[in-house]
């Protein structure tokens, strides 16, 4: 079979160890094209809250 | 229906976080979801994807540590994955048979496929052990500690119970280890949800008794599950003796508490914490009058098995 999208529409009974392998290695590939992409163009990484209680006044 | 073992004569004595959070949250709340065991018909996404997920990973260590190399334990969890979101149809005898359609999770971020991609992922990330570096911990009888459940006493009729997915070792001293998937970014703040927090105190708080060994904290691997990726963080939490007291302080008046309001069978909304995580899921039924909320719970809430912290997984 080892088309991922049929993989993921076919009921898992009729998966086979190939399937599987190849559903692992499509999703590898996937992860070192994300990991290998420039900063820039990545989901922007949310900033850590950092809170100056100076910035803050007398509360 | 099974016996419902965390309850004696109508009244709570098994208690977990999630009982916990439920109590602390509203009484009503608790009243709805852990007396009567209703829930909305719709189940929520964020539950079975992260229920699913977690049960994965558990899984994967489960196998690393009886020594099933990283690829096959892998192949194992993703078989298990794409079977487990799948809905199921069976004969007259109860087997599964072919038919039935993939799990809809309803979710744009959430779904089958980020489900089996967010393991994989995981698995890379973090599924390499080194000697150095974070190692499952084994038991004193050579078992590893991977879910370990346990029923710990309060009182002399009170029990505390939780389920820890893994206990690793770092550095020499020992953490339990927690997985927690989110739609939002990974920030500090996401975090500081965590501190403090009923589950992660009371694994702190067990963890030392379970173990027989003191624990430095414990360590949440979290997955930010977006569209067409998936993020992960690792975060550190420790607990002072005096933070664990204080914890089990207010366990204690939260259990009275709930306790008290079943014997009177008086369950007081708590309406700040109707918005709270994006809503109450009970937030509509409160919101109707008295009169028509048995009619709305019959057409818009269904009975699940329930809620059973005592009982074996």
């Known amino acids: 079979m080892n088309d991922i999208a049929r993989v993921f529409s076919t009921h898992p009974l009729l998966h086979t160890e190939d399937d599987r392998k190849a559903i692992v290695a499509e999703f590898r590939a996937k ?4 990991k290998s992409a420039p900063t820039a163009t990545k989901a922007p990484k949310a900033p850590a809250a950092k809170i100056n209680l100076d910035d803050l006044g007398d509360l | 229906m099974k016996e419902r073992l965390s309850f004696k004569d109508g009244i709570q004595i098994g208690w977990d976080a999630t009982s916990l959070d439920t109590a602390q949250a509203c009484l009503r ?9 209703v829930v909305p018909q719709d189940t929520s996404v964020h539950l079975l994807f992260g229920g699913l997920y977690a049960k994965a990973l558990e899984t994967f260590y489960h196998y690393r540590a009886e020594g099933m190399s990283l690829d096959s334990a892998l192949l194992r969890v993703v078989e ?19 038919g039935g359609a993939p799990i809809a999770f309803n979710d744009p971020k959430k779904t089958r496929i980020s489900l089996i991609q967010s393991i994989i992922w995981y698995v890379d990330e973090f599924g390499h052990e080194s000697k150095d570096g ?3 911990h084994h038991l004193q009888n050579g078992t590893p500690a991977v879910e370990l459940s346990f029923a710990l006493p309060l009182s002399e009729d009170l029990y505390y119970c939780g389920h820890l997915d893994r206990v690793v070792s770092y550095g020499g001293q020992l953490y339990w280890m927690d997985q927690k998937t989110t739609g939002s970014a990974l920030s500090s703040y996401y975090f500081s949800n965590f501190r403090p927090n009923n589950q992660f105190t009371g694994y702190s708080w067990a963890g030392k008794i ?16 977006a569209v067409g990726f998936t993020r992960f963080e690792r975060a550190f939490i420790s607990h002072t003796e005096a933070q664990i007291n204080e914890w089990l302080d207010g366990t204690f008046y939260t259990i009275e508490l709930a306790q008290q309001a079943t014997r009177e069978q008086h369950f007081p909304m708590n309406l700040t914490a109707c918005g709270n995580y994006g809503g109450c899921p009970y937030r509509q039924l409160c919101a109707i009058s008295p009169s028509l909320r048995e009619a709305y719970l019959k057409s818009n809430f269904h009975t699940i098995e329930p809620w059973d912290p005592l009982r074996p997984r």
């Not at chain 2, 379970?210 to 599950?225: E, N």
């Open chain 1, 31 to 34: 992860r070192a094209v994300f």
């Open chain 2, 29 to 37: 709340k608790y009243y709805y979801r852990m007396i009567l065991n």
């Open chain 2, 80 to 98: 298990q994955a794409l079977w487990d979101s799948w809905d199921h149809v069976y004969d007259e005898a109860g087997n599964v048979i072919q």
């Open chain 2, 134 to 136: 974070i190692q499952t």
């Open chain 2, 210 to 225: 379970v173990l027989q060994s003191p624990v430095a904290g414990g360590i949440i691997d979290a997955a930010q599950i």
